[in-house]
């Protein structure tokens, strides 16, 4: 009798291991209420269970490997005592001659289990029809309630996702705002302030001098500008400021300034408008030579280019002045990195191959006013001025004059040294004819212009010595054009050579002081003509 009763508590135990083992893959709750439902009606087929067959909706038992109560290798634990071996009169005894407890006693049946809504599924019907009819419609409903209630929680789940979304955002968003508004307020706080303590000024002592450019077209507030990159003033508003109450201004012209740094604005504009601030700016006359030449009669010196760029590169007064010497500027112009000087490409081959290196640059610089920036070394400034000249040389048609003339662009500017060293403006065309003229025939060109370029000390006449002497510019003594130019040409000059009047002279000379100039193709009418000027004394010598 011990032993039936303790198999069937083993089974027992066993059915509720597997029923708590066992689970469904959507909820433990689902899964309890369905095994309550099968307990309740075990002969009826049961379609509420998932027929979802993963093994990993099954959670393996786990299995003792000691004996079985039943196996024929089990021992009684120790300590064990048998019922019948108890002391107690109480206690079991085995039955004699009940042969119908041999068998193990009929399970007892649970009792019905009460539904959530408190009603009992009591049995009935034909084959137990109905308890499995009413399981099945409750559970539909429990699962149609069950689903609609974990849909609502999902949707309600991702409302409150979202809100909490845009709620997070509205905030990055008003926080992206109050920074711009704090940030606009501020700057236009600091705007009004610096409005009203006006622009910054320096106050107090000047510095030194600087260099200033004033550009062609500059406004007001673009010299504002360039006085700011060159330390003059500290605002350009204050120096604009200062210009526009200063009716001076309108009559800035272009060209370079010295003005000392550091100045209050008002101070700077008042240097800018002072008639000694321009510097670096040189006039260079018609038919001037870059040397220095003496006249024979009156002995007076005939500055040179080089002399004049000097003079105007001065900066300061006294002590403190600085300039830049003619000897530095000679010494530059002879180098040899032409390219460094600005020679144009037109005229590089012929100053390369000039006889002189000192007067290699004879003619590059044009007769005109010219700008340059005096702060700037001896080399810099003769490339600056070359460059404006060649500009200007080029603008006339210098480059394509040639085939009228047959001259090269460089043979052409010296050509125009020529007319302008022997004909006032009105004669140019003419005398620009009688060159052309004689070099189709071969015929010398026999200029005095040419004896007196290499002389130190000339005047109008030559002397038969002078004439006699070979020179690479003597065209007395030689066929040809001289190897340079002898001056600096103006733009008429090189206008007229690039366009000779049409006419058969070959020689011309000048008459009287006032420049009368007769022209003829006689040679015979041309002794007569210079007779005539042997007359006037324009001919007449000092040596």
């Known amino acids: ?58 959670i393996p038992r786990y299995t003792d490997d000691e ?84 849909k609502r929680s999902r949707a309600a789940a991702r409302k409150a996702v979202e809100r909490k979304r845009r709620r997070r955002n509205m905030w990055l968003i008003g926080g992206l705002l109050a920074v711009l508004l704090i940030g606009a307020v501020g700057f236009a706080a600091m705007r009004f302030a610096k409005s009203m303590a006006g622009p910054e000024d320096y106050a107090g002592q000047a510095g030194p001098l600087v260099v200033v450019q004033v550009h062609p077209g500059d406004t007001a507030r673009q010299i504002a500008s360039t006085m700011v990159d060159k330390d003059v003033v500290k605002s350009s508003g204050a120096f604009y400021e200062a210009a526009v109450r200063n009716t001076g201004m309108s009559s800035v012209q272009p060209g370079f300034y010295a003005i000392p ?13 002072a008639k000694n601030a321009r510097v670096g700016n040189v006039v260079v006359s018609e038919g001037r030579l870059l040397h220095d030449q003496h006249d024979v009669n009156t002995g007076a010196r005939k500055e040179g280019i080089y002399t004049k760029i000097a003079a105007a590169s001065c900066i300061g007064t006294g002590t403190a002045q600085k300039c830049v010497t003619a000897e530095q500027l000679a010494t530059a112009g002879s180098g040899s990195d032409l390219a460094a000087l600005g020679v144009p ?110 002389l130190d000390r000339t005047e109008v006449a030559t002397t038969d010595s002078d004439r006699a002497t070979k020179t690479p510019w003597n065209t007395y003594a030689m066929t040809g054009l001289p190897a ?11 206008r007229a050579m690039e366009n000779p009047e049409p006419g058969p002279w070959l020689y011309f000379v000048t008459i009287d002081m006032k420049g009368t100039t007769l022209f003829t193709q006689s040679y015979s009418e041309h002794l007569r003509n210079i007779q005539k000027a042997e007359q006037s004394g324009i001919l007449d010598s000092g040596r």
């Open 261 to 273: 740094s550091k100045s209050p604005a008002a101070e700077a504009v008042a240097a800018l408008l």
């Open 67 to 150: 004996p079985r109560y039943d196996d024929p290798d089990y021992d009684d634990p120790p300590g064990y005592d048998d019922p019948a071996d108890y002391a107690d009169p109480s206690g079991y005894a085995e039955a004699d001659a009940y042969d119908e407890y041999d068998d193990e006693p009929d399970e007892e049946p649970e009792p019905p289990r009460r539904r959530a809504g408190g009603a009992v599924a009591a049995r009935g019907g034909a084959g137990g029809a109905g308890p499995r009819r009413i399981g099945r419609e409750a559970a539909e409903r429990r699962g149609g309630r069950a689903g609609g209630r974990g």
């Open 345 to 454: 490409s037109w005229a590089e081959s012929s100053v390369r191959a000039a006889p002189d290196r000192s007067r290699q640059l004879e003619g590059l610089i044009a007769a005109g006013t010219w700008d340059f920036d005096p702060s700037a070394p001896p080399q810099q400034i003769l490339k600056q001025l070359i460059g404006a000249s060649a500009a200007g040389y080029e603008s006339t048609g210098l480059l394509q004059s040639g085939a009228a003339t047959k001259l090269s662009p460089y043979e052409t500017l010296i050509a125009a040294s020529l007319v302008e060293r022997e004909a006032l403006p009105q004669d140019m065309p003419k005398v620009a004819r009688v060159i052309v003229n004689r070099l189709e025939v071969g015929q010398q060109l026999q200029f005095d212009s040419t004896v007196n370029y290499s």
């Open 484 to 494: 340079n130019p002898i001056a600096a040409p103006s733009l008429n000059a090189l």
């Open 1 to 58: 009798m011990t032993d039936r009763w303790t198999r069937a508590e083993e089974r027992y135990r066993q059915r509720e291991a597997d029923r708590r083992y066992r689970r469904d893959d959507q909820a433990w709750a689902e899964d309890e209420r369905r095994a309550r439902h099968a307990r309740a009606d075990p002969h009826g087929e049961s379609d509420e269970w998932d027929d979802y067959e993963d093994a990993t909706t099954v």
